[in-house]
């Protein structure tokens, strides 16, 4: 099923639940036979306002709240939390009678395997990790490698000094298929083109998907060697990233959300060139949909791609529209990859 990407609405940041109700909240049953409270929702490090991934997943929150008149009230990470203070909040959101619960990142696999399994009524979620087998639980994950290999095909198209940049957030295996789909859609325009590449820390504890001073420092430390398009793949340590392209009047590209829209990035938004999407709103949408509207709850792995919309390039950028080549050849790597002729790779 093609799914549309789900634009994001402006968020603050904050560390408070916050709980929005509709004329219909409560948990009266509705016409399909649903009788939850609504949608529950975890974020990851860095919260909301992030501008990205954590932001992408409220986006389909607050779409799944409209649309389909219900509440919902989702909670924010604090820093330096265990798995014990994510399986408390996935208990207090099914407890308190929301259905589904989505946690928002890899992170919260151990707390969503304990706590699905306690609460097998409640149909939970979990973004970027497929290794919960439990009936009560959607594994929602994506093919990153094959948007970050259309970032890659841009990056080396318009670069003017065949020098490029990657910057991870954390270094794991999720983010190297960022870099691994970079490198390679580069290098399939310019077998010879330098990239830069940089995790900016080992965990993140260390707060590599949170500090927009370090993106920024990798970025300007990536320019001074001379990159002129830099990716990055770091949460809101990225805004850091854009901040420094931006004040170098170099090239960023965003991830995860389009990051060109995004009303915090504004003044910057004329060197984000594009953005290499997740459509992580998408995918909270069609579970909320699944259950409060189908009665069919998704259960296993969803995995999304190029081809069903799970993943693409953002061209909101009229600067961007307007290289035609550079459009031309990411549009051609997109038909290749959906039609089979290039495989990408994930390390």
């Known amino acids: ?67 389909f008149k219900i509440s919902g009230r989702d909670i924010e990470p604090q820093d330096g939390e265990s798995d014990a203070d994510k399986v408390q909040r996935l208990e207090t959101l099914a407890k308190s009678g929301y259905n589904p619960v989505i946690g928002v990142g890899f992170a919260y696999a151990p707390a969503v395997k304990q706590v699905a399994a306690k609460y097998p009524k409640v149909t939970f979620g979990i973004i970027d990790d497929n290794t919960i087998q439990l009936k009560n639980v959607a594994d929602m994950v994506f093919h990153e490698e094959q948007s970050s290999y259309l970032a890659g095909v841009a990056a080396a198209k318009t670069t003017k000094k065949n020098h490029i940049g990657f910057i991870g957030g954390v270094d794991i295996p999720l983010i190297h298929k960022f870099e691994a789909g970079f490198a390679q859609g580069a290098k399939s325009v310019n077998p010879k083109i330098k990239i830069e590449s940089q995790y900016l820390t080992q965990t993140p504890a260390e707060g590599g998907f949170s500090s927009p001073d370090k993106g920024k420092d990798a970025a300007n430390g990536q320019i001074e060697a001379g990159a002129d398009v830099i990716y990055q793949a770091a949460g809101l340590s990225g805004q850091g990233v854009i901040q420094a392209a931006a004040a170098h009047k170099v090239w960023a590209i965003g991830v995860d959300s389009d990051q060109y829209t995004q009303g915090a990035l504004a003044k910057y938004k004329d060197y984000i060139l594009g953005s290499a999407l997740k459509n992580v709103g998408g995918a909270v949408y069609e579970l909320a949909k699944s259950v409060v509207k189908d009665n069919k709850p998704l259960s296993g792995e969803q995995r999304g791609d190029l081809k069903s919309g799970g993943v693409g390039f953002a061209d909101s950028n009229p600067k961007y529209q307007a290289m035609k080549d550079v459009v031309a050849a990411v549009d051609k790597a997109k038909q290749d990859i959906i039609d089979g002729k290039v495989t990408v790779n994930t390390k």
């Not at 099923?1 to 509709?22: D, N, Q, R």
């Open 1 to 67: 099923m093609t799914v549309a990407v789900i634009a994001l609405a402006a968020v603050g940041c904050g560390k408070s639940s916050s709980e929005a109700s509709s004329d219909s909240g409560g948990s009266d049953k509705n016409a399909s036979g649903y009788s939850g409270k609504g949608i529950g929702l975890a974020y990851d490090i860095g919260g909301k306002g992030d501008q990205s991934f954590n932001d992408a997943a409220f986006a389909g929150f607050q779409k799944a709240e409209k649309d």
